[in-house]
């Protein structure tokens, strides 16, 4: 149907509209609801670094109970207020967006998970870690002991590794492939955990610093390692502060 | 001639009932003989990408079913006022408002599965199979016809992306809707096939319904 160069202007001006409406309507209504579970999500990740969360688990309440969350710099000094003096919450730090900067102007947020027999003791630390992987982007939390040294659990995340090779690293069978590792030497060095190249699914070949690689994933593993290093490195400042403590 | 000679009496036509025969046929048609994904054969990227399990299977084929019938609602109703020269734009703008509404609303209540769907939720947007129906049949068609014609291509490609999430769910992890099936019967030591879980085992599953469907039909290439 041909029509006046006048009628489409208009037809699609009002067209737009409409949809812009509807779009900003849907935005502001589901808005409070997305950053519900948003929320819901970041406190699961951080929480499955140490425990093993059902689906029916209530996440809300346990977190709630059991963590609680500070923000510190590179040199390990707690940080309250960010750069425009607002307050920092560590559940809202943006890990992308802090990756991009220097290390030395990045937000690290530390969650200590309380004792749930003695709330005043931290039984485990949870960091965030984020890297890249093979494709794209991955991140997770790794939880150390109370001696800040042991790993306690991790639980890493992909965008969108290989399925079945590099996406492995978000199964529990490479995640407990991490428990019990160190990544202090016995002089107090910091040397992380690495991932070897291959798998040989005995756990008993591996030193304390290293964890039985994936088959077919070695490019991902490097990445793990190498995100590994980097973060636990830039919190080396807080846990020496705190190993001392202990 | 003037028209009033051509003037018939008018005869009043008696309403078409809801699902006529020549309407069921806009139901039945795409899920077998003229299946948007085994026939006309697109829609295939999304097919590959999200039906490694049948859970997000599921719900990516709950949105393209909502997007496809809501779109040719809305296209059909508006099809007489669409300038012709922008009409694609014109059902682009529908549809990506309607895929964006179920994006939003997946980040609401179902913010694993947003995780899980991620991109492809998205990419509904570009499936051939809605723009399609839109161009070939909305804009020259009736609203109810259209709304059948929206259900019959979107369960058409429905049945056919739950069927290869299927295979490869329960090839490749051994499950299905996450239970394990394979192990529940007995069947403990079955090897997963890692094959199942990339796109080529897609590829591999949707060749063999093609195949079967195509020798039942006796479908001849032109």
């Not at chain 1, 510190?72 to 960010?82: A, P, R």
């Not at chain 1, 529990?172 to 690495?194: H, L, M, P, Y």
């Amino acid at each position: 149907m041909q029509r006046s160069n006048t009628y489409i202007l208009v037809f699609t001006a009002i067209m737009t509209v409409i949809i812009g409406g509807i779009l900003s309507f849907t935005s502001q209504v589901l808005g409070p609801a997305q950053k519900k579970s948003i929320e819901l999500d970041t406190k699961t990740q951080i929480l499955s670094a140490v425990m093993d969360l059902g689906k029916k688990d209530d996440v809300l309440g346990i977190y709630n109970k059991s963590i609680q969350s500070m923000v510190v710099d590179i040199d390990g000094n707690e940080v309250e207020k960010d750069k425009k003096g607002n307050p920092i919450v560590a559940e809202e730090v943006n890990i992308v967006k802090n990756y991009k900067m220097k290390p030395g102007k990045r937000e690290y947020p530390v969650y200590e998970y309380k004792d749930p027999s003695d709330t005043s003791k931290v039984a485990a630390y949870i960091f965030p870690v984020y890297g890249a992987g093979l494709w794209n982007a991955i991140y997770g939390y790794v939880a150390l002991e109370s001696d800040l040294n042991t790993i306690k659990g991790v639980s890493f995340g992909h965008v969108q590794e290989t399925p079945g090779l590099g996406a492995r690293i978000a199964s529990k069978e490479i995640q407990d492939r991490f428990k019990g590792k160190t990544i202090f030497d016995d002089q107090g060095n910091f040397v992380s955990v690495a991932m070897l190249k291959g798998e040989k699914k005995n756990p008993s070949l591996f030193g304390p610093h290293e964890v039985d690689g994936m088959s077919g994933a070695t490019l991902t593993g490097r990445g793990l390692n190498a995100m590994l290093k980097n973060y636990l490195g830039d919190y080396e400042a807080f846990i020496k502060k705190n190993q001392q403590h202990q | 001639m003037s028209t009033e000679t051509l003037e018939q009496p008018v005869v009043k036509k008696q309403a078409e009932p809801l699902f006529s025969k020549r309407r069921k046929r806009f139901v039945m048609d795409p899920l077998d003989d003229d299946n948007p994904v085994t026939i006309q054969v697109l829609g295939i990227c999304s097919a590959l990408a999200v039906t490694v399990k049948m859970e997000p299977t599921l719900i990516m084929s709950v949105a393209v079913v909502f997007v496809i019938v809501f779109s040719n609602l809305i296209t059909s109703l508006v099809r007489n006022l669409v300038p012709g020269r922008v009409r694609i734009i014109v059902q682009l703008g529908i549809i990506a408002t309607l895929v964006t509404v179920v994006s939003e609303i997946l980040k609401a209540y179902n913010y694993e599965m947003y995780k899980v769907l991620g991109a492809f939720v998205g990419l509904i947007i570009t499936n051939c199979i809605v723009m399609g129906r839109l161009e070939a049949f909305a804009m020259g068609n009736k609203p109810w016809d259209s709304v059948l014609d929206g259900f019959g291509s979107g369960f058409g490609y429905a049945w056919v992306i739950l069927t290869v999430a299927f295979f490869r769910e329960l090839l490749g992890s051994g499950t299905v809707f996450d239970y394990p099936i394979l192990e529940k019967i007995g069947l403990v030591n079955i090897q997963n096939n890692g094959l199942m879980v990339d796109s080529i085992g897609a590829f591999m599953v949707l060749g063999l319904i093609i195949w079967v469907q195509r020798t039942r039909n006796g479908y001849v290439e032109h």
